[in-house]
């Protein structure tokens, strides 16, 4: 039961062949027997998660469930929900317990699903290895010695290991794709505005959107149809229609024309993961896509681009953890500031404190012009070169990482962490949807192909990658451990 | 770009963030590289260029000026680390 997808499972709650009860003790017994090893889960929701099921169950059998009804799910624990821990990874908000419900929540809530718990990240989704998490490293179910990626490492690694038939995540510079590409799992960045982000705790509000990590591309569309649409809660969510995003799954790519952009491909690709994606791009060509190479010039700046935009926006969002309110706060304060001071440098870790401080910087008088507004600058002409492409193409491909996963302390230092999100970052800064897809494994480690679609063109972009995975079956690879 | 330990201390008080005096000289090696990573940004002149704020270049939506939330004061409060009769407590601040 736990290897099948969402589209699946749905199925089998539907003609009976279990129920969303079996199937959610099912997954709370994998948790309880399986991640003492992999640490992808910072809180298990046991009581609550039995109690929806069996009302699920009982939906069920008056035939008034939908599609998504007693299925299990986990939420990246940076999505607020009332009752139940969310510690966003930090021991800020360690014992945080939030009075009110995300909208993702809400919605998924509503929509009869069952929360098995919330998933491991790094601290306030800063990170792409998920070692910034207060609640320790998580690993990656191919190879224990590896990280899962992150920020949304619990909820990629939960799903590869199937201890979750499907969970959220959020991408900031990647923080959805990576992991996904890491874990050998499907994950959907949508389109900056068309999720919610009501109660997802805020880190680079001008980047930050919510999405989803499963099995299948198929999945993906399932839950984005509850997911997606507009919130009068969240003043930066788009007025823009909704689409079934099921129900374009099946249309054909012949005559599909593919962007390749040539520095997608450049120095810095190790070679079989290049071999790997050439070998997907040659699958698209054989159901009949066009593939148009073109150029994306201004790719090597969205690393540096990125270092500015969200630091700076970080030290504002993070100025709210204060000590007073909520959170954490220092033993014996001498005084007001030593109260701010300490509350917030204990309260912290590291990466943290650095993106901060680099933020505090840039913003700071004298500095304004030459990082922040210059930053701002770049990112509309890195903006600019993803409209030119989208005149040509339907859509761009690429790889979703320069490697594969990297050992556990391998990236210590914080610059050639950053630059392990070279081929996401830029998606972020433009606010296009993307979607990372398992395409191979090299030694047992999986390897990510990232499509880039236009605005609000998520359903183009599950379509294509739901296309490739009809015809081959990296998407149904489980790790040997956790068959 | 270099910063100093007198940099990284500034900016540690306007962040109001206690940074221990053993690890500065690591944050001052961190973040100089990152600023170095930074620093290729000025490889492009954009004197030309329009800055963008937001990705979707949105206006701000606005609302009728009307009550939407009620009052969950003890709700919210129940969350602080310290409080009294419905304030948050925090040490003296004027003698």
Known sequence: MHKKTVAELSAGLKAKEFSSEELTQVFLQRIADLDKELNTYITVTEEQAIYQAKKADKKIAENTAGTLTGIPLAQKDIFCTQGVKTTCGSKMLENFVAPYDATTVTQFNNAGMVLLGKTNMDEFAMGSSNESSYFGAVSNPWDLATVPGGSSGGSAAAVAACLAPVATGTDTGGSIRQPAAFCGITGLKPTYGRVSRYGMIAFASSLDQGGIMARSAEDCAMLLNTMAGFDEKDSTSAKIATENYSQSLHSKVEGLKIGLPQEYFAEGLDAQVGQCIEAAIKEYEKMGAKIIELSLENTSLAVPTYYIVAPAECSSNLSRFDGVRYGYRCQDPKDLTDLYLRSRGEGFGDEVKRRILIGTYALSAGYYDAYYLKAQKLRQLISNDFTQAFKQVDVLIGPTTPDVAFKKGEKSDPVSMYLSDIYTIAVNLAGLPAISIPVGRIKNKPVGLQLIGNYFNEAKLLNIAHQYQTITDWHRGIPEKFQ | ?95
């Open chain 2, 1 to 95: 770009m270099s910063l100093t330990e007198d940099d990284v201390k500034k900016i540690a008080y306007l962040s109001r963030l206690q940074i221990t005096e053993q690890a500065i000289p690591e944050y001052v090696e961190n973040l100089s590289s990152i600023f170095d990573l930074v620093d290729q940004m000025n490889a492009v002149d954009t004197s030309h260029v329009e800055t963008m704020a937001h990705p979707l270049h949105m206006i701000q939506r606005l609302r009728e000026d009307v009550v939407t939330e009620s009052n969950q004061r003890d709700i919210f409060q129940r969350h602080a680390p310290e409080t009294e009769a419905g304030l948050y407590l925090v040490p003296k601040v004027i003698e």
